[in-house]
Each structure stands twice: as C-alpha cells, then as structure tokens.
C-alpha cells in the first residue's frame, strides 16, 4: 500500500494546530507584549525595555522572587529524599501494601482546590491544629496570618501532595536496580545501610537528579497552594507573594498591566530554562560516571 507525502501530516495537524493555537501562539504574543505598555482593555504602544528596568527596580518584584526561591529550597531536599524512603517501603511485598501505596497517592490526584480548603480547615486560626493547640494549654498560631509561617505551611502542603507522584518515579528506578548488586554485597557483609548508600543511591542517581529538577521547577513557579491558604491575598500585606503569584495579581482584572506581567513572565520562563539546561548538564554528567 502506498501513502501520499501529505498523509503524515494529516495525521499531526490536529496536535499541531492545538499546539500552535494555545501554546506557540501565546508564547509569541507574550514576548510582543512585554515590550509595551498592553493593559486588559487594548492599548500596547511599544516602550522597549521599560517594564524590564522597571522590574529591576521593583521591590515586589525581588520579593516575589526571593519568595520563589526559598519556597524552591525548602520543597527541593524533602521531595527527593522522602519519596525514595517511601519508595522502599512500598516495593516491599506485604499484606496491605496497596492501601499504603494508594494513601500516598490519593493526594496526587485530588482537587487543588479541595486540597487547599481541607487545609486552610486545619491550620486556620479556629481550625482543627489551633485547636488542639489550644486544648494542651498552647497559644493559637497563625500558620496562615504570618508570612513566613504561611510560607512554610504551602510548603509543606506541596511536599505532602508530591510524595506519591515522586514515589511512583522512584518505583520505577528501584525496579530497575540489579538484585545481584544487592546479593553480592551482602555476601561482603553490607548491611541494609551500606547497602542502600553503596548499591541503591549510585544505581538511581540520575532519578535522583530528575526528582531535584522536577521539584525544583515546580517549587519555584509554586501558585495555588499560597494562592488558596492566603485567599488570594498572598499573606499579610502580600509578603509572601512569588513571581507566579506576582504575575497573576499584576495582570488580572480590567486595570491589569499586561505588558508588565508578560515581561515579569519571560523572566520566570528564563529561570525555569535555566533550571532546567543545570539539570541537563547534571544527568549529562552522570552518564559519564
């Protein structure tokens, strides 16, 4: 049977044109964008670089991403080391080991905005933490009142819903690491700890690299979980806005300044690249070991 030159293309045009429509598109409108002065309501007469100067001498702006970047920090070494433990835990092949694994993953899969409301349940100034809190004879806390403690509650929010999706990755990577390695070291005498720094870790080092970059990226563009348990607010005085939280409050709405949100997004979109070619170049470097 013979096919005509064009019949491929057939094929990919519907995968095409979505891509094209709702992410090339975008990308390239933005970029124009972020170099005017657009708003909601039209407008978007060219201005160079002036909302990137402007950037540079906004304190919202270094704030936000200070926040991102320490929000980064705080999720990146609990979302490579935690998923890995329970990793090992959940190949182990024992009674109930289905309602472990699934307890970890159901977070992975639930809404964001649920997730965000049980939360915001919890650690609310009359929620169930305070609460408890109170009833040992302590002072309520303002896990979502304070910045840095709301900070550090989406924090561990977000590790709390990314230990399935990562111990799913590391599953993967401990399926694939030879039994014999493990025999043969045992034979040495290794014992379960040796074991894991000496066969384990060298054998699925370069997941570990891509959990890192995962977590890293996710962490650092983090939006609904500070968005939800600040209410939108971003915190007392918006302290503890980051660079997404940033983008989204400066661009919404009929008085939104699009052409300076759009500049604010190409500089996350650089960071992120950046992010990402570090890792590149990391797992590069692993596969030469």
Known sequence: ?????????????????????????????????????????GGGQFTGVDNF?????????????????LYMVGVVPPLV??????????????????????????????????????WTWLLDSRGLVNNVVEALGGSRIGFLTDSTLLLISSMVVTIWRGLGYYMVIYLAALANVPKDLHEAAMVDGAGPVRRFWSVTVPSIRPTMV????????????????????????GGPGGASTTLVMLIQLTGRGLTGEVGYASALSIVLFVILLGLLLVTLKLNRREDRL
């Open 1 to 41: 049977m013979t096919h005509r030159p064009y019949t491929p293309w057939l094929f990919l045009a519907p995968g095409l044109a979505v891509c094209l429509l709702f992410i090339i598109f975008p990308f390239l409108n933005m970029i124009v964008l972020a170099f005017t002065d657009a708003s909601a309501l």
């Open 53 to 69: 100067v402007r950037m540079a001498q906004d304190p919202k702006f270094w704030a936000a991403a200070r926040n991102s970047a």
């Open 81 to 118: 080391l935690l998923p890995l433990l329970i990793a090992m835990l959940a190949q182990k092949i024992v009674p109930g080991i289905g309602i472990f694994r699934t307890a970890f993953f159901t977070p992975v899969i639930a809404s964001t905005v649920v997730v965000g409301l049980i």
């Open 210 to 233: 891509l959990v890192a970059a995962l977590s890293a990226v996710n962490g650092f563009r983090v939006f609904s979980e500070i968005y939800l348990l600040s209410g939108g607010s």
